[in-house]
């Protein structure tokens, strides 16, 4: 007698249906949900240890459920439930191999009221899955767009923003200050980050990120949305002020203009929705200098000196500028700070004025104690730009003959004080270091000038051991980054080590010197 083993259910179809209509995702992915139920219904039924597997017909709704159990050549078997050697396999269906399933159909399943109840809640849930991941997919390419949502409820001042297919959250900080928003509210924001997390996907929104207003005014401003006008940064201090600099690709259009728009019309609607903060809109420039004279406006600016490596600058300003470059609480230096990633000194002319004096002074009082020579000479050389007694010892004789009122004698002369003076402080202070205890070998390992011996020894490096168990870094901050780069400190401190015998015989130390060190001295 032949096992009823299907039952033709069109009503699931139509189930999945309105399920995959109503949650709006694939039909498809419904009925994968409802097969796992049935399936989770059939081991409860049949066994939990069993392979239950359930197909849903795609054209009839017919439920076919059915014992997988796999073949396998080892006997004996690990996992009775779910395989079958090879040896009885083959009695039960001739020519079968090992990795094919025997396949057993069972009775459909009749669906009691604690089973209904499972079912529904593992296709809830599947459903639930399926609905988070079309979520992420759709939002997580999305980072960087404004979008509007209803405000749906606050949660310890965060709100929660539904945004028709999805629900995001707008933090308390990344609101403008002072603004406020109740249920029902429309906002917008900045889609600034999606994560996929255990609970669901999670959308972060922001009314203070910089790209808000960026792309507030892509919305306003044609021209930016097509490309001829480009944003290149924005700093802002939320609902009070915000600088934003711009470049137009055609030079016959105006970027600033552009972005004020007629009669400020264009700005206007940006600043309304950013509960009337201030933006000040500055040209570009590839010249970091212009650039940052222009990001401290409305303040004039007299000079400039640039550190591109360290990444600071120095800007003087008048006298009588000194606050509108400073602005309100320090905002306008910060925002211009921001704009630019430079770090800002803001000096007054009279201030850099006296620095500057009391720079020359000490230069020039170098030059008469150690060169033994009245203040004209010595503040002639420091007009010509030396700083040191070392730079007079090491230029030619006829740049410094150059000089006016100079001669080949004096420029003579001034070499023979200015190495007579070097020898002098070398000597004295190597008898310095000698009172120190720092040895001869710590010398000649490093290359050390008597200086930076005397450094040295009054941090307590005086032995070869001592400079070996020194690193990189802590050997730059004791000479400082003018006497020594890193890279320079860690060769020296590599053969401190090598000279003090850390790598053992000759041929650990062949390895120390081929880079392999390292690992030795980590050991």
């Known amino acids: 007698m032949a096992l009823d083993v299907a039952i033709a259910r069109p009503e699931l179809l139509q189930v999945a249906d309105a399920v995959a209509r109503e949650k709006l995702i694939d039909r498809e992915e419904v009925l994968a949900a409802m097969e796992e139920a049935i399936q989770k219904a059939g081991r409860a039924k049949y066994g939990h240890e069993k392979d239950i597997r359930a197909v849903i017909d795609r054209k009839t709704g017919e439920v076919k459920l059915s014992r997988w159990t796999e073949v396998v050549e080892a006997e004996p078997v690990e996992n009775e439930a779910t395989q079958i050697p090879l040896r009885i396999a083959q009695k039960i269906k001739p020519g079968i191999s090992a990795g094919e399933f025997i396949v057993d159909p069972l009775p459909p399943i009749d669906f009691g009221r604690v089973n209904a109840q499972s079912a529904k809640q593992v296709i809830v849930q599947r459903v639930r899955e399926v609905e988070r991941k079309k979520q992420f997919d759709e939002y997580k390419d999305r980072v960087g767009e404004i979008v509007n949502g209803i405000v749906k409820r606050t949660e310890y001042g965060n709100l929660m923003v539904d945004l028709g297919r999805a629900e995001a959250l707008l933090r308390r900080d990344e609101t403008i200050p002072r603004e406020a928003f109740k249920n029902g509210d429309r906002v917008r924001a900045y889609i600034y980050d999606v994560r996929e997390e255990p609970r669901g996907p999670q959308i972060f929104l922001s009314r203070t990120h910089p790209g808000f207003l960026a792309k507030l005014f892509a919305q306003e401003v044609p021209e930016i949305y097509d490309g001829i006008i480009e944003i290149k ?157 070392e730079e007079i010892v090491n230029v030619e004789d006829e740049e410094l003959a150059g000089i006016e009122g100079f001669d080949e004698n004096i420029a003579a002369e001034l070499k023979r004080r200015a190495s007579a003076f070097l020898e002098r402080r070398d000597a004295e202070m190597d008898e310095k270091r000698r009172e120190l205890g720092v040895e001869d070998a710590v010398a000649e390992v490093g290359g050390f000038s008597p200086q930076m011996l005397v450094a040295l020894g009054e941090k307590g490096v005086k032995t070869l051991e001592d400079l070996a168990d020194l690193a990189g870094d802590e050997l730059v901050e004791i000479l400082g980054s003018e006497a020594i780069d890193e890279e320079t400190a860690n060769a020296v401190i590599m053969a401190a080590r090598q000279s003090a015998g850390w790598f053992g015989d000759e041929p650990a130390a062949e390895d120390a010197e081929s880079g392999e060190s390292n690992d030795a001295s980590a050991g």
């Open 233 to 389: 940064a924005v700093a802002r201090d939320p609902g009070s002020r915000a600088k934003m600099a711009v470049i137009s690709r055609d030079s016959s259009i105006d970027p600033v203009g552009a972005c004020v728009g007629m009669r400020g019309s264009r700005v206007q609607a940006v600043v309304q929705e950013l509960q009337g903060e201030k933006i000040d809109i500055i040209p570009w420039s590839p010249d970091q200098a212009t650039f940052i004279v222009n990001a401290l406006a409305p303040a004039e600016v007299s000079k400039v000196v640039l550190d591109d490596e360290g990444r600071r600058v120095e800007v003087v300003v008048p006298d009588d500028q000194l606050s509108l470059a400073i602005g309100r609480r320090g905002q306008n230096v910060r925002l211009a700070s921001q704009l630019t990633r430079y770090d800002i000194d803001i000096l007054t002319e009279a201030e850099e004025s006296e620095r500057r004096q009391e720079d020359f002074r000490k230069r020039s009082g170098l030059f008469v104690e150690g060169l033994d020579v009245d203040d004209v000479i010595a503040g002639l050389l420091v007009t010509e730009g030396f700083g040191s007694i």
